[in-house]
């Protein structure tokens, strides 16, 4: 059976699929827009979800194209090491459970800034966490474009450059509308929507997988090794893409770290704390947000090997959009065109929730951060903000554009890693230095951030991920000097140590009183409640 030609063969019925989707929640996009009268409105949803829709809508923003594509993809290839994926993914939300989400609920107004600059010297940690913001926003969406560009690749049959170029801007279009529309409100219902669509998907091909198996995960197992031909037994072996060599070890280990740590920093995660009305609620999402995804995860594995059993490592590498395809395929394989055009409008709207996540956090990082408490010094009213906010978005997705052009090709669960490793090197330490360490510094501050950021974009940037192998970003060049794709190993405890030595060698204390204050409001809530609400 010729899956490619089958698949362009039904690609009427997945556009009138993803068509209707596009419909259905611009219209819940409206809806929702209409209550959007105030910054706090547009931000942060007028504070009004409760911690079971915002664990969902959690669960949403963090079960990205990466996880849905890309991990059933690695573990359709990889095996093993593909779930190294999932299982970070998970445990990293942990960190975010016990060391962030409620701290920051309480201490903040709508971005990671309002903390990190409640008792150091505002305008210059201000400005160092928007530029951070931005940045990871940047790689993460990165991931999500390329992400789309292979899924309608592989359904429309669009395998030249041209083409994919014409569907990624597609989407960035998509995206743009839904943010200026709908907000933070319209982009969370999105969210919720896509959640249990995404959710109930990959329940039901994973419950198909598993009946053709005879429930056995065991005959799983064996079918995906058999399907891999000689050295099969490989796939169910640590190893087979981070065993080969020192180096590739290594990689691994930076991997992990990035997953682990950059949960707690990715700012579109963190400013879903900021939905809920209260701490309390904000731990109530991360629990059910936990559940969630750890039900998906293991979602993955059947899927993954699944995909590996019934379709083949080579057949899915030779599709268009490559690892990214065995998703799709699988839902072909499995129920045909209706299953195909179900599942690929699922991750068509996981792409677009996602996104519009990012994009929105990402304007009002520079609007709230940048415009009204920098350049307009706090002398500015909410709609002006907004406008600003909104402008900003058309920016950001014009950028967003152009990167996952260049991007499109690449494993979007590897992308996602690289968007984790910036995170965890940029915020994740002054968040933490800034909550615990009474000690800690505006200069202390403004190293960390710069140096974690600086360090992790130039190792990136002079890795094989960008030039020197033929997955490579610039595939003809070779300017890669550092061996490793993932910077973490290097980039995190850099950012720590910066932070540490940056506040041991300044001279300048900060108020205590305000650190006081902090530490006060992040662990009981006191004042909280008043300081969010204007």
């Known amino acids: 059976m010729n899956l490619a030609a089958n698949l362009q063969e039904s690609s009427w019925l997945n556009m009138a699929i993803f068509a209707l989707f596009v419909a259905v929640t611009i219209v819940i996009v409206l809806r929702a827009s209409k209550n959007n009268k105030t910054a706090a409105d547009y931000y942060a949803g007028g504070r009004s979800f409760t911690g079971g829709q915002n664990g969902t809508a959690i669960a949403g923003d963090y079960l990205s194209a990466a996880s849905f594509l890309g991990i059933t993809g690695a573990i359709a290839v990889n095996g093993y090491d593909g779930f190294l994926y999932s299982i970070g993914f998970l445990v990293a939300w942990l960190v975010a459970l016990l060391l962030v989400a409620e701290l920051l609920r309480n201490t ?80 969370t219902w999105v969210q919720i929507i896509k959640a249990v669509l995404l959710i109930i998907g990959a329940f039901a091909m994973t419950i198909w997988v598993l009946a053709i198996n005879g429930f056995n995960l065991s005959t799983l197992l064996g079918s995906a090794v058999e399907a891999a031909g000689a050295g099969g037994e490989k796939i169910l072996n640590p190893g087979l893409q981070y065993g080969k060599s020192d180096t590739s070890k290594l990689d691994f280990i930076s991997l992990g770290l990035a997953l682990v740590l950059g949960t707690a ?127 900003t978005v058309i920016v950001i997705g014009i950028f967003a554009i152009i990167g996952g052009i260049f991007a499109n090709g690449q494993n979007v669960a590897f992308l996602v890693a690289l968007a984790f490793a910036v995170a965890a090197s940029a915020n994740l330490p002054t968040i933490l230095y800034s909550l615990f360490w009474k000690k800690f510094t505006t200069q202390g501050a403004l190293w960390s951030i710069y140096g974690g950021l600086g ?53 300048r204390r900060e108020d205590p009183a305000k650190q006081a204050e902090m530490e006060v409001r992040s662990l009981t809530g006191i004042g909280a409640e008043k300081a969010v609400s204007h």
Request: glycine share 10%; proline share 4%.
């Open 108 to 187: 903040g107004k709508f971005t990671m800034a309002d903390v990190l600059s409640f008792r150091l010297r505002e305008k210059p940690v201000r400005i160092a966490a928007a530029i951070s913001t931005l940045a990871v926003c940047f790689f993460y969406l990165l991931a999500q474009m390329a992400g789309a560009g292979g899924l309608i690749a592989l359904l429309l049959g669009i395998s030249d450059w041209a083409g994919q170029s014409v569907v990624i801007t597609v989407v960035g279009a998509l995206m743009i509308m839904y943010v200026l529309l709908g907000g933070m409100k319209g982009t």
């Open 455 to 507: 360090s992790a974009i130039l190792l990136i940037a002079f890795s094989p991920v960008v030039s020197g192998t033929k997955t490579s970003m610039i595939a003809g060049a070779n300017f890669a000097w550092f061996p490793l794709s993932n910077p973490g190993i290097v980039s995190i405890p850099l950012a720590f140590l910066l932070g540490w030595l940056g506040t041991v060698l300044d001279k």
């Open 265 to 391: 920093a990715l700012p579109h995660v963190l400013m879903r704390f900021y939905t809920v009305p209260t701490s309390k609620e904000a731990r109530k999402s991360v629990v059910w947000a936990i559940w969630l995804i750890g039900a998906f995860y293991l979602f993955t594995l059947v899927l993954g090997y699944g995909a590996a059993a019934l379709i083949g490592a080579d057949a899915i590498k030779a599709a268009p959009g490559g690892v990214n395809s065995a998703a799709p395929l699988l839902a072909f394989q499995l129920g045909g065109p209706l299953l195909l055009g179900f599942i690929s409008a699922v991750a068509f709207a996981t792409i677009l929730a996602v996104v519009a996540g990012l994009t929105i956090t990402a304007a009002a990082s520079f609007a709230h951060d940048i415009y009204a408490n920098v350049l307009a010094k706090g002398k500015t009213t909410p709609a002006s903000e907004v406008k600003v906010a909104r402008r």
